[in-house]
T-cell receptor, first 114, second 110 residues
Framework: NAGVTQTPKFQVLKTGQSMTLQCAQD?????MYWYRQDPGMGLRLIYYSASEGTTDKGEVPNGYNVSRLNKREFSLRLESAAPSQTSVYFC?????????????FGQGTRLTVV | GQSLEQPSEVTAVEGAIVQINCTYQTSGFYGLSWYQQHDGGAPTFLSYNALDGLEETGRFSSFLSRSDSYGYLLLQELQMKDSASYFCAASTDSWGKFQFGAGTQVVVTP
């Protein structure tokens, strides 16, 4: 059971380049998320998708776009990368249940924009 | 605005007990979760409180008081492997959207 798989694990971009971070989950979860983590700032929500075909902005959506391709896959796109987007990006998925809501995270993508 | 406040760092010796407090201010609230993260790896789920009271899972317990907008994670019988960052996270809508605190670095010393 792979859980949440993110690709790539590491990436270096030049300012202005674009790229797409891929995420897939095999747990049949409805909700999927993209977070960024910067030192001392915890995890900040970029975008989330409550179900296939829907996406909503989180705390820090500027400079990013997302696509919920199907129930399994949720991608994050940087159209024109900036040094401020240097961060570790985590994808997560979850299923809301009455007594327990556990989010499962991918291993992260370490992105450096130079 | 929305926020979750937790201490930045706690240091304790092996075998001790540590309590990590979390106060939250969110526009919607459905429950409080706790996650552990080692050295920038994937955060892993520890516990979730939807109702007031104490939830116990082995050496870890979590508490929630909705009236006080407050919760805590209790780590008992600390082990070296418990050295990690711990995050509280509030579920802020009915779909399970999470907002995280900045994290507490727990350092366990021999």
């Amino acid at each position: 059971n792979a859980g949440v798989t993110q690709t790539p694990k590491f990436q270096v971009l030049k300012t202005g380049q674009s790229m797409t971070l891929q995420c897939a989950q095999d747990m049949n979860h409805n909700s999927m998320y993209w977070y960024r983590q910067d030192p001392g700032m915890g995890l900040r929500l970029i975008y989330y998708s409550a179900s296939e075909g829907t996406t909503d902005k989180g705390e820090v959506p500027n400079g990013y776009n997302v696509s919920r391709l199907n129930k399994r896959e949720f991608s994050l796109r940087l159209e024109s990368a900036a040094p401020s987007q240097t961060s570790v990006y985590f994808c997560a998925s979850s299923e809301l249940r009455d007594r327990d809501t556990e989010a499962f995270f991918g291993q992260g993508t370490r992105l450096t924009v130079v | 605005g929305q926020s979750l406040e937790q201490p930045s760092e706690v240091t304790a010796v092996e075998g001790a007990i540590v309590q990590i407090n979390c106060t939250y201010q969110t526009s919607g609230f459905y429950g409080l979760s706790w996650y552990q993260q080692h050295d920038g790896g994937a955060p892993t789920f520890l516990s979730y409180n939807a109702l007031d009271g104490l939830e116990e899972t082995g050496r870890f317990s979590s508490f929630l008081s909705r009236s006080d907008s407050y919760g805590y994670l209790l780590l008992q019988e600390l082990q070296m492997k418990d050295s990690a960052s711990y995050f509280c996270a509030a579920s802020t809508d009915s779909w399970g959207k999470f907002q995280f605190g900045a994290g507490t670095q727990v350092v366990v010393t021999p």
